[in-house]
């Protein structure tokens, strides 16, 4: 058996003793659902014809039922979910409709000041509805023979209502919601969608938060790169939304450097993804595309833009680009001949604007897959600029393969961020390592 199909069936074995569950193709059927790989997306996910004018405003709400949950003396343990669709707005200025959860803890918050909240950006999940992270807390392993999903997230989720910290999750942008193709690494769409989920849930009825409740982020991966846009994003899109601290860990802020990265690895199944929201983010691209795919090309966008990662683990590892091209160019080669497309992943790029609050940057010195290197270097450019930068190598040897690689940091280090996350909520100073930072790994 391949490395990554022992790692994945890991994954699944974990998730199955965590109690998962397996969901049956028609397990959620209403009538007017879209079905994504087998799976009935229910109809929450559908966003109505008019969406409300402010971004963060609450669309609609449900309880969440928590797949992994037990009862408790103050409620049921680790606490009670709600499902959210709120407002944001896309890149492109137009309004977009976000799922998500809130997760109100049945642990007491013992620090300073009311319950604090931290907003989650999910590392990746996929490309299709099915793969969404607020469906992954309901469903942490689904499962039907279509599709395979693992909800990983869910271990910091409830490392965090542990402490009795209230954790919202967004699904980004076309992940859940069924009326767009999720926009993957697209890095204002995502950190749109991460404010606006603080605005979402200082509406909802029923919470302990506060209009004092302190605001932190927390992503690694996808979501490093969601949580460090958002937190370069907040003064100028949501000067409303004070932030106490983001932990980034090991964010794509370089695209063209991620990109050749993974083109022939493990996640290989990711160029897909990011092709498809290229593509759907500015239409304008559509043709550069048309003029460079072939038949193989445009059948493996397609293929992907239903999957999860437990799929294009399956079905993409070690793909290479260079079959998905007219003429064997890779997708950087492209990039690089193309200027309409180098420019918009230049656009792309994280580490050209302040954080106006403190930040933690780590990144796996070993990491292969989302190259240590250019997460390093939105650190050093965030101390260029004056910000309060926290920067912590992971370092850890070599593992072989680039997913275990780039998997493993966000474990090791989770604790550390959460706990560095935790003292920020509590009110209590940070000291920025950017004066040693140049002589670090």
């Given at each position: 058996m391949p490395a990554p199909t022992r790692l994945l069936a890991a994954a699944v074995t974990?998730?199955?003793?965590?109690?998962?569950?397996?969901?049956?193709a028609d397990a959620t059927a209403q009538s007017d659902a879209v079905v994504s790989r087998g799976v009935t997306i229910p109809t929450f996910y559908n966003p109505p014809a008019s969406l409300p004018a402010a971004d963060g405003a609450l669309i609609r709400s449900e309880p969440l039922p928590l797949a992994l949950s037990l009862p408790g003396i103050d409620?049921?343990?680790?606490?009670?979910?709600?499902?959210?669709?709120?407002?944001?707005?896309?890149?492109?200025?137009?309004?977009?409709?976000?799922?998500?959860?809130?997760?109100?803890?049945?642990a007491r918050w013992t620090g300073s000041g009311p319950r604090p909240l931290v907003v989650v950006a999910p590392g990746t999940m996929g490309q299709g509805d099915q793969c969404a992270a607020s469906l992954g807390l309901e469903h942490p392993l689904l499962v039907n023979?279509?599709?395979?999903?693992?909800?990983?997230e869910t271990l910091a989720v409830y490392r965090l209502l542990a402490r009795g910290i209230a954790v919202a999750v967004t699904d980004y942008t076309g992940l859940g919601t069924t009326d767009r193709l999720h926009t993957y690494v697209n890095r204002v769409d995502e950190a749109h969608a991460v404010l606006d989920a603080v605005r979402a849930t200082?509406?909802?009825?029923?919470?302990?938060?506060?209009?004092?409740?302190?605001?932190?982020?927390?992503?690694?991966?996808?979501?490093?790169?969601?949580?460090?846009a958002a937190a370069e994003l907040q003064p100028s899109y949501a000067p409303d939304v004070t932030l106490a601290g983001t932990y980034t860990g090991a964010p794509p802020a370089?695209?063209?450097?991620?990109?050749?990265?993974?083109d022939g690895?493990?996640?290989?199944?990711?160029?897909?993804?990011?092709?498809?929201?290229?593509?759907?983010?500015?239409?304008?691209?559509?043709?550069?595309?048309?003029?460079?795919?072939?038949?193989?090309?445009r059948a493996a966008l397609k293929d992907l833009s239903t999957m999860c990662v437990g799929d294009a683990l399956l079905s993409y590892n070690s793909a290479s680009s260079t079959a998905w091209t007219t003429d064997g160019s890779s997708l950087s080669d492209i990039v690089q001949a193309e200027p309409a497309l180098k420019a918009f992943l230049d656009d792309q790029r994280i580490g050209t604007l302040k954080p106006a609050s403190p930040v933690r940057v780590a990144t796996g010195t070993a990491d292969d897959l989302v190259p240590h290197a250019q997460a390093r270097a939105l650190a050093v450019a965030w101390c260029a600029k004056g910000a309060d930068?926290?920067?912590?190598?992971v370092v850890l040897p070599g593992?072989?393969?680039?997913?275990?690689?780039?998997?493993?940091?966000?474990?090791?280090?989770?604790g550390d961020a959460i706990s560095w996350l935790a003292d920020r909520l509590n009110g209590r100073p940070v000291t920025s390592n950017c004066a040693t930072l140049p002589l670090r790994p």
């Open positions: 974990a998730a199955a003793c965590l109690g998962a569950t397996a969901v049956p409620g049921p343990l680790p606490g009670t979910a709600t499902r959210l669709m709120y407002k944001s707005t896309d890149s492109a200025g137009r309004p977009m409709a976000v799922t998500g959860a809130y997760i109100e803890p049945s023979g279509q599709t395979l999903s693992v909800g990983y200082r509406s909802l009825d029923g919470t302990s938060l506060t209009t004092a409740s302190r605001v932190a982020l927390f992503g690694y991966s996808q979501g490093g790169g969601a949580t460090a370089d695209l063209v450097a991620v990109t050749k990265a993974i690895g493990d996640l290989a199944g990711a160029l897909g993804w990011s092709v498809n929201g290229f593509l759907e983010s500015d239409p304008a691209l559509v043709p550069i595309a048309e003029a460079h795919l072939n038949a193989a090309g930068v926290t920067y912590k190598p593992l072989g393969r680039s997913l275990i690689n780039h998997f493993t940091p966000l474990l090791a280090d989770q």
